[in-house]
């Protein structure tokens, strides 16, 4: 078994990355990019022409399929993409588009398709997830926040949190319960909700790294017309967990540990040329690491094969979530050990700063990887129960 590129891939991959040096990149070397796993606010500047000529290309959603407007690419292209330009730092599309564009495309009808799909492609419209609750996270079915019918709209009331960018967001894709009485899974719809609503309140919520990236949304008799509702009323938990089966596929995320665990690499060879040598108990850790991403990048491999075939990956896409996201703070934590007292600064100097090593921030943004998109332990438990045939516990 050979895990290289087809002549065929290859040659995408060329043409990709030209893609990426042409209008990304510009000069930048691999040293000048951003920390991969600091969660920074876009660069406006930076990312608007960049979507623009994605968009020209038909690169925003490029294996949408060309009715709607995407690049029909196969499986296996769109991957070769997504490493390199995860491999760049470079934005694939505005925020959440890829969870809730082929959500809209199996289950929205043709007016809903025309109405959001263009302005997607267009990189014109950002997107955020309104699914959790304070209540309802892991048990997400139990979700509260109420909509009622009256006339040709939705009233919503209740609140969502941990809601990424919806700061910046231009509509929120959320559940809601639309008959409380019915057993919990059949009570929920999925509506489409422009932020601009009167009665929505976005307020801010601080991660641990100081940084703002989720919030709270409040609904206040928030009208949404019937017409945004995605699929039947009271059927919107299996729309939901179609866009929960496309979260769980990521497969940037093992790009982005690799990135790291080269960067660390570099570090370490580093100090050694300045007379720094780590000790010999972290350059083992490093080989670890090393271990661990290799196996990261199968798991990886494996979802991917599995939608090359059609498949829809279920536990193979919670086995790839669970081991990158508690690989990703294995590797944060092995940068604070290499680093030892610089690493703990927020924007170290020296080799550290040279180096981009800033094991301090991807030891506190990390954290949250095995929370979002569902726990380590939910997942283990999809493994079980799906994966292994385990009785539920
Ligand atoms: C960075 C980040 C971004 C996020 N972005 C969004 C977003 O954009 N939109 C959105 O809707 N949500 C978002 N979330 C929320 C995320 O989906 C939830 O945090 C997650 O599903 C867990 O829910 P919870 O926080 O309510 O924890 P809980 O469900 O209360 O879980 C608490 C603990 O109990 C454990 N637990 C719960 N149930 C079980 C069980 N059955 N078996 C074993 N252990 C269990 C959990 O594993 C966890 O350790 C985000 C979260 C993070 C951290």
Known sequence: MRFTDTPELAEWRTTVKGFIDDNWKQGRTDDDEDNPMEE????????????????????????????????????LEQFVLSQEFTEAGAPTSRQMLNL????I??????????????????????????????GSGSDLASLQTRAVRDGDDYVINGQKIWTSGAHRADWMFVLTRTDPDAPKHRGISYLLLDMKSPGVTVRPLTNLANGHIFNE???????????NRIGEENRGWYVGTTTL?????????V????KQVRRLNRYVKARATAGQPVRDAFRLEMVDRAVETSVCAL????????????GVPNMEASMNKMYGSELQQRVAATAMHLTGMAGQLRRPSGIEGDLKVRAAMDYMTTVSATIAAGTSEIQRNIIATRGLGLPRG
């Open 100 to 103: 809730v564009g082929p959500t």
């Open 40 to 75: 920074a606010a876009p660069d406006e500047s930076r990312v608007k022409p960049w979507l623009d000529k994605l968009a020209d290309s038909g690169w925003i959603a490029p294996a949408w399929p060309k009715k709607y407007g995407g690049a029909d690419m196969s499986v």
């Open 217 to 227: 949304v409040f609904f206040e008799d928030v009208r949404v017309p019937v017409r």
């Open 105 to 134: 495309m199996l289950h929205g009808t043709d007016e809903q398709k025309a109405e959001h799909l263009p302005p997607m492609l267009r990189g014109e419209v950002a997107w955020c997830q309104g699914f959790s609750e304070p």
């Open 255 to 258: 790009v982005n540990i690799e």
């Open 299 to 310: 798991l990886s491999f494996q979802v991917v094969s599995i939608q090359a075939r059609g």
């Open 245 to 253: 089966d496309f979260e769980r596929s990521n497969i940037a995320r």
